[in-house]
Every structure is written in structure tokens, then in C-alpha cells.
């Protein structure tokens, strides 16, 4: 069983930055599809980016195409989300997601993830 914390949240005028931290235990296996995800009350969770630990391919949706990078530390274990020309709909709880996959041709925005962390809160002003 994976386990996930999330850190980095907090509070920012539109057009600032953040960088979140997805800190990764407990690895049964050696490759991921890791994701971050964000969800604002009242409204479905939304895929930001995904990443495939083995090959490091990334996706991003196209909100967020050019302002966020994701990134990863393997020696860290832990997965990051840059946050660059912050806007106010990116207001959310900002989720850190993993689930084993043996080739990234799994991994995309549509994988199915078992293993969640608590989230993280991102505020933007405008």
C-alpha cells in the first residue's frame, strides 16, 4: 500500500507561484502512474497532470498546459507540481495520486487510482 502526503498549499495573488510536494512510502513495486488532481466543492474531480514514473512522460490538461510542470525525485520519492501564473480558478484541494502500472501505455488522465493522499489547499486572489 502506497502512502501519499501532500504539502505546499496556501494562499497567492493571481499570477504568483507554488510548488506542491507529493511525499511517496511504501512502494510495493518499482513503476507509477502518479497524477495530481484537483476538486472545488460541488464540482467532479479534474485530472491536472499525470506522470509515468518508469519513462517519465507527462500529460497535462489543457487548463493548465505551459503554467504547471510536474516533475519527479527518485531518490526522494516524491513527486512535485510547479505552479507557475497561478489564475483564481485554479482555487481547489489539490490531490496527489498513484497506482502501479508495468508500462505507461496504463497511464493517462483516464487511470483508475487507488491510492490517495489527503490533499493540499491552494487559494488564488485575484
Known amino acids: 500500500q502506497v502512502q501519499l502526503v501532500e504539502s505546499g498549499g496556501g494562499s497567492v495573488q493571481a499570477g504568483g507561484s507554488l510548488r506542491l510536494s507529493c511525499a511517496a512510502s511504501g512502494y510495493p513495486y518499482s513503476r507509477y502512474c502518479m497524477g495530481w488532481f484537483r476538486q472545488t466543492p460541488g464540482k467532479q474531480r479534474e485530472g491536472v497532470t499525470i506522470?509515468?514514473?518508469?519513462?517519465?512522460?507527462?500529460y497535462y490538461s489543457d487548463s493548465v498546459k505551459g503554467r504547471f510542470t510536474i516533475s519527479q525525485d527518485n531518490a526522494e520519492n516524491t513527486l512535485y507540481l510547479q505552479m507557475n501564473s497561478l489564475k483564481p480558478e485554479d482555487t481547489a484541494m489539490y490531490y496527489c495520486?498513484?497506482?502501479?502500472?508495468?508500462?505507461?501505455?496504463?497511464?493517462?488522465?483516464?487511470?483508475?487510482?487507488?491510492?490517495w493522499g489527503q490533499g493540499t489547499q491552494v487559494t488564488v486572489s485575484s
Open positions: 506522470i509515468y514514473t518508469g519513462s517519465g512522460k507527462t
Open positions: 495520486a498513484a497506482e502501479p502500472r508495468s508500462s505507461g501505455i496504463y497511464c493517462n488522465m483516464r487511470t483508475s487510482f487507488g491510492n
